[in-house]
Every structure is written in structure tokens, then in C-alpha cells.
């Protein structure tokens, strides 16, 4: 069983940056972070391969934010910069436990965290 717990969310103004945080626990094949506006589909930002820590992101995002992690404290973060009013959303930290499934779609990763708010005012 994955249980995954996000923080780092909050308020800045645009061009401002966070750090967002994933606490971890059990194995995972892949560790994504999703972002969600009331009204839309859940859209990927980043998702991160656990075994050698290769990178895909969401269409745009690449530049402005970066994911990585620290495999031995099981922390998957999200470095987001230059950040815009339009990224304002809330933040899922999700991942999965083997492979198979399309790496951007969310029904891949059956373990999803509470969420976090990320609000960027103009």
C-alpha cells in the first residue's frame, strides 16, 4: 500500500516560486504530481521513474517547473518558478506501483494524496 502526503502549498504572487513536497511510503514504480481547477480534468504536471529518476512533464510546464527526488527520505518534489496566475490549482501528488499505463493519464496511478493549494495572484 502507497500512502502519499503533499505540502508546500500556498499563495505567491506571479513570478514567485514553490516548492512543493511528497512524503512517500511503500514501493513506486512512478510518482507523478497532477494539478486540478474547480470545473476541469485533472492534467499532469511532471511524473518521475523511481528507479532511475528519468522525467516527463506536461505539455508547457518543462522550464518552469522541475521534479525530482530523494529516494532514501521517499520525497518527491515539485520546484515550480516563474509562476503564473493561470497555474493556480490544486496540486495531487500520485503514483503507481508497477508498469503498464499511459504515463499522463491519471487513471495509471491508483494512490493519490489529499492535495495541495497553490494560488498565484497577478
Known amino acids: 500500500q502507497v500512502q502519499l502526503v503533499e505540502s508546500g502549498g500556498g499563495s505567491v504572487q506571479a513570478g514567485g516560486s514553490l516548492r512543493l513536497s511528497c512524503a512517500a511510503s511503500g514501493y513506486r514504480y512512478s510518482t507523478g504530481w497532477f494539478r486540478q481547477v474547480p470545473g476541469k480534468e485533472r492534467e499532469v504536471v511532471a511524473v518521475i521513474f523511481n528507479r532511475d529518476s528519468s522525467t516527463l512533464y506536461g505539455d508547457s510546464l518543462k522550464g518552469r517547473f522541475t521534479i525530482s527526488q530523494d529516494n532514501p527520505k521517499k520525497m518527491v518534489f515539485l520546484q515550480m518558478n516563474s509562476l503564473k496566475p493561470e497555474d493556480t490549482a490544486m496540486y495531487y501528488c500520485?503514483?503507481?506501483?508497477?508498469?503498464?499505463?499511459?504515463?499522463?493519464?491519471?487513471?495509471?496511478?491508483?494512490?493519490w494524496g489529499q492535495g495541495t493549494q497553490v494560488t498565484v495572484s497577478s
Open positions: 500520485a503514483a503507481s506501483s508497477g508498469y503498464g499505463g499511459i504515463w499522463d493519464r491519471e487513471t495509471t496511478y491508483p494512490y
